[in-house]
């Protein structure tokens, strides 16, 4: 489960962001970002190299947002940061912006380490239990048949065949038990209100957290400063329109979340221009679904619209989530009555402009 797209240049402009920190946290250290507010940095290896976590002082311990992969290499970081810069004490709460293993991969260890809660919003959570009941299964035949419609060869439906089951991989064992994050509550973390604010359309119930009188806004992936999150169309749910939910969600955030925060994203680094950055994303999809409505003046299937809206190759290790971001964008075509779908005598879906 990627989480998304690094970005090249695009015709207009990239926004004018700033980053305060000229230098990010080695592992197993960290740097203090705000009053009682870390930086840490957990290993993930590939093209995104790490994850960013946080951890707030929260009475005689630290609350801790999002955890890193499941794994040996996470929790050698995370037992170096407990006994260096974190100081020996316990993790008191664990927040969760939402339920991708490199956000949650960790949560299972910690919260039994510790004795202490997992906090997530409740789609969140269930659907992270879920695909996680889907490890070791074969590849559903209702799945191969998304895929095959979208127009995948035999070689790439026995790719998938062959890599389905893996997302509980990252994982420890989930608790049994949560507490509840819901869009508005205001949750106190060492003795400050910090805001939930709920997003959709990368996942189903995203939580970021805003503390308004630090000016910190803990984004997860819903706000990345270089990375096009990943909105992708699911074969468990093939007529959603993730994408319309994101650009929502996204134009929501711009008017709710002061401008002035600094915003502490799950990849790359903390920066500041909020409402610069949303507009680029907002702006670059819209981009996106134009050119995607010019292409498919003449019928065509998924596979055949990567070029206008991916600059990379697409290879078998990203084909996947190319596939489910160029449905979102033909199904938000769709939503807004732009794209009509058809099916041929082979079951494969051809997209056309309304």
């Known amino acids: 489960m990627r989480d998304g797209f690094e970005e090249t240049q695009e015709h207009t402009a990239r926004p004018r962001l700033s980053y305060p920190f000229a230098e990010g946290p080695e592992a197993g250290g960290a740097v203090d970002v705000a009053p009682g507010?870390?930086?840490?940095?957990?290993?993930?290896?590939?093209s995104l190299a790490f994850i960013n976590v946080w951890a707030i002082e929260d009475g005689e311990g630290w609350a801790i947002v999002d955890t890193g992969m499941g794994g040996s290499d996470t929790q050698q970081t995370w037992r170096k940061a407990f006994a260096g810069v974190l100081g020996g004490k316990p993790v008191t709460r664990v927040f969760v912006t939402h339920m991708h293993?490199?956000?949650?991969?960790?949560?299972?260890?910690?919260?039994?380490?510790?004795q202490c809660r997992l906090w997530i919003s409740r789609l969140e959570f269930l659907m992270c239990r879920s695909l996680a009941a889907d490890t070791g299964r074969e590849a559903p035949a209702d799945a191969l048949e998304f895929y095959r419609a979208a127009g995948w060869d035999e070689e790439a439906l026995e790719n998938y065949?062959?890599?389905?089951?893996?997302f509980g991989k990252g994982l420890h064992a989930l608790p049994d038990a949560f507490r509840r994050l819901s869009d508005g509550d205001v949750v106190e973390?060492?003795?400050?209100?910090?805001?939930?604010?709920?997003?959709?359309?990368?996942?189903?119930?995203?939580?970021c957290l805003w503390q308004k009188d630090l000016k910190l806004f803990i984004s997860g992936d819903q706000v990345l400063p270089k990375i096009s999150s990943n909105v992708s169309v699911f074969p468990t749910?093939?007529?959603?329109?993730?994408?319309?939910?994101?650009?929502?969600?996204?134009?929501?955030?711009?008017?709710?979340?002061?401008?002035?925060?600094?915003?502490?994203?799950?990849?790359?680094?903390?920066?500041?221009g909020l409402h610069a950055r949303i507009d680029h994303l907002i702006s670059g999809h819209e981009r996106g679904l134009s050119r995607l409505r010019k292409l498919i003046a003449e019928p065509k299937r998924a596979v055949d619209v990567f070029p206008v809206l991916f600059r990379r190759k697409i290879d078998q290790w990203v084909l996947g989530m190319a596939t489910g971001e160029s449905l979102a964008h033909l199904n938000c075509l769709m939503a807004r009555g732009q794209a009509l779908a058809e099916p041929d005598e082979a079951g494969v879906i051809w997209y056309r402009a309304a």
């Open 189 to 207: 973390i060492g003795g400050r209100p910090w805001e939930v604010v709920v997003g959709s359309g990368h996942s189903p119930e995203h939580v």
């Open 37 to 46: 507010v870390k930086w840490l940095r957990m290993p993930l290896g590939g």
């Open 161 to 166: 065949r062959a890599r389905f089951g893996g």
């Open 237 to 272: 749910e093939p007529d959603g329109d993730p994408l319309t939910e994101w650009l929502t969600t996204l134009a929501a955030i711009k008017d709710r979340v002061s401008d002035d925060v600094l915003v502490l994203p799950a990849h790359n680094e903390p920066f500041h």
């Open 101 to 114: 293993p490199d956000h949650i991969g960790m949560a299972g260890w910690l919260t039994r380490k510790f």
